[in-house]
């Protein structure tokens, strides 16, 4: 007799808009998105955060380093959204693989491929909600980015490694081994290869010009324009917010603590010799924009305390409370002649916003360490 069992049947997927050759197609515009993503991610984190081998190597040229590895960081992640998108459109019908596991290896792999999907999501999803300074999770962003780029490293990295003969032979149109399937790209993958590249280019040209500022005026979904803020530069924490509120002439004193330490009242400050630089502020979240500053070479502070050549510095905030009131500099930035003590923005006195009486602004350096309401300058052992 005919057994009645029913066989739930899974969906059958059929067409090239789901083939390997399509998922190789995205997979390599989102392996190169990611690569470009991870390494300008490393040198953003070594440069704010590194380790006691390194934090006296830091190079301070060229003058826009930092301001092109991070809009790279923020634009090649805001790239990656659309190709991921498109990627797990194209494999999805794998999730209904029958049977779901087969051998322990097939077990294995489908769990790195997890990994790989739910850290690649949480990384663009965090990072971009980071660029509009939204953090609406429980944990703090920086180190658990950090964490997680590793393990979708990791996990890209298994993942090319057990594709490799099939990205192999789907890499190009044409590839010798696949005489037999169907060489031609038709239509149909064309077209949404066509609608990816669009996608990719729409968010990347609405975006991109909140660093590159020749393309500002297509800015239409970044959190940023950079001309909008006082003297035509943006703020990310303003006076008020940090606390500080207006710092009185008369009661500002600047310290120099090192081996001769001294003080100094604005007025000593501003009689100072001046010096006029062009440097960027470039923040970690993605805007950069160039400026003009005067103001008092780090360097003859220094050499006035007597600090050794090799010492590092630290600059001290008069904001009392927040992660960025302190920020340390390696010899290379302390020494460099573009590096001020600046007072001046734009040709005027620096809005309080921006750091008012005085400001660090120093070349190849990531805005959250370009120390505002500077107060002291330390010269470490
Ligand atoms: N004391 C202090 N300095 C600070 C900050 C801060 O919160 N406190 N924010 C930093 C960040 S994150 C950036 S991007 C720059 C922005 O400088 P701006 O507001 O003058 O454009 O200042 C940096 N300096
Ligand atoms: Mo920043």
New binding site residues.
Partial sequence: MESMKLRVSPPVFKGRLHDARTATSIGRWLGAAFVVCFLTGLISHYMQHPPDWLANHIPSRPAWGYRVSQGLHVASGIAAIPLLLAKLWTVYPRLFEWPPLRSVRHALERLSVAVLVGGAGFELATGLLNTAQWYPWPFSFVPVHYAVAWLVVGALILHIAVKAPEIRTHWSRRSPGTLALPAQDGPERRSLLTAVGAAVSAVTLTTVGQSFTPLKSLILLAPRHPDH?PQD?????TAAA?GVGRIEDEEYRLVVAGPRPYTLTLEELRALPQHEVRLP?A???GWSKSAQWTGVRVVDLLERADAPRHARVRVV?L?LR????VSEMGHEHARDPLTLLALRLNGEELDP???YPA?LIAPNRP???????VGRLEVLA
């Fill in positions: 803020g530069l943006p703020v990310n924490r940090a502020i923040c970690v979240e905030s904001q927040g992660g960025y009131r916003d921006h750091g400001r805005g959250v360490l370009q120390t505002k309401w």
